[in-house]
């Protein structure tokens, strides 16, 4: 199983003792079904729809109903992932699907939450969901490029699937709509995804283009031990901005019937994560650029 992890620095408690074990089983099962990861991302994607119909309804039981579905479908998210490095089918469709899977799944469970507050809240909780929406998806998207970034230092481009602009740009020139009409919009997505990540972090971005300019693309094995010390330490921030922590934080809402804490639970602590880790991050990076600046 340990094989089909990313890595062991970012993998969080309840993703290695819960659902790496139970999406590894399934992507055995998957493997000798011939079924591809990127089908296993679909049906996740239906799935975790379901699930967040299931919270329109002021119902217990359908809601926990709704719950056990979200926990199916994210136990599908990972085993997509795992079949993928488990059989070496890994495509920039893929990234880009399984990227999209939680965010659709968010999508319908804000609606979901939306509909079924109105009649108390009016069109006022829309507005609540639209802010907290937009916070939900920077949060997701900057967890996402830390922990790749922290692969990429550890395990090398191979190991990594962290993007750059540059190179989607380069690319989504190439295609042609006549050719590559549903690729075409696909890579234009990904790439204004991957420009949101980069605007967040230019002090990553300037000490990145230092290394490459001092190394040549090949990092020292000092600079990577020196740079997984301090972007360790942020993993568990970023692991929690992912799915774990807020859907906990989702179910103690739902469970006690005030859905609308939910959105105030991203909106107040969860913010307040992302903030912390996009500082300390920009920080430490910019310590980093000095120093290969100051360094012949």
């Given at each position: 199983?340990?094989?089909?992890?990313?890595?062991?620095?970012?993998?969080?408690?309840?993703?290695?003792?819960?659902?790496?074990?139970?999406?590894?089983?399934?992507?055995?099962?998957?493997?000798?079904?011939?079924?591809?990861?990127?089908?296993?991302?679909?049906i996740s994607i239906v799935i975790g729809i379901a699930a967040g119909i299931c919270f329109y309804f002021p119902n217990l039981k359908v809601n926990i109903f709704g719950m056990l579905l979200l926990v199916w479908a994210n136990s599908y998210d990972s085993a997509d992932g795992q079949l993928a490095r488990m059989t070496g089918r890994k495509t920039p469709l893929g990234r880009i699907l399984d990227g999209a899977s939680g965010e659709i799944w968010f999508v319908t469970i804000y609606a979901a939450i939306c509909f079924r507050l109105m009649p108390l809240w009016s069109w006022w909780i829309w507005l609540l969901a639209a802010v907290t929406g937009f916070c939900h998806s920077k949060q997701a998207a900057m967890a996402d490029y830390y922990r790749n970034i922290h692969l990429h230092f550890l395990k090398g481009e191979s190991g990594s699937e962290l993007s750059d602009t540059s190179v989607l740009k380069e690319n989504y020139r190439k295609l042609t709509w006549?050719?590559?009409?549903?690729?075409?919009?696909?890579?234009?997505?990904?790439?204004?995804y991957t420009a949101g990540q980069?605007?967040?972090?230019?002090?990553?971005?300037?000490?990145?283009?230092?290394?490459?300019?001092?190394?040549?693309?090949?990092?020292?094995?000092?600079?990577?031990?020196?740079?997984?010390?301090?972007?360790?330490?942020?993993?568990?921030?970023?692991?929690?901005?992912?799915?774990?922590?807020?859907?906990?934080?989702?179910?103690?809402?739902?469970?006690?019937?005030?859905?609308?804490?939910?959105f105030v639970f991203e909106l107040t602590v969860l913010n307040v994560m992302l903030a912390y880790m996009v500082f300390t991050h920009e920080r430490f990076c910019a310590v980093f650029g000095k120093q290969l600046s100051s360094r012949p």
């Open positions: 199983m340990e094989s089909t992890l990313k890595s062991m620095d970012t993998e969080e408690f309840i993703d290695l003792h819960f659902y790496r074990p139970v999406g590894y089983r399934w992507a055995l099962f998957f493997n000798r079904l011939g079924v591809s990861p990127n089908t296993v991302t679909v006549k050719r590559d009409g549903i690729r075409k919009p696909v890579e234009y997505f990904y790439l204004q980069e605007a967040w972090a230019p002090g990553f971005r300037r000490m990145a283009e230092l290394l490459r300019e001092k190394y040549r693309g090949e990092i020292p094995a000092h600079f990577r031990k020196a740079f997984r010390k301090k972007s360790l330490p942020l993993m568990k921030y970023a692991n929690m901005l992912s799915f774990n922590t807020r859907v906990l934080a989702l179910f103690i809402a739902l469970l006690t019937d005030m859905p609308w804490l939910y």
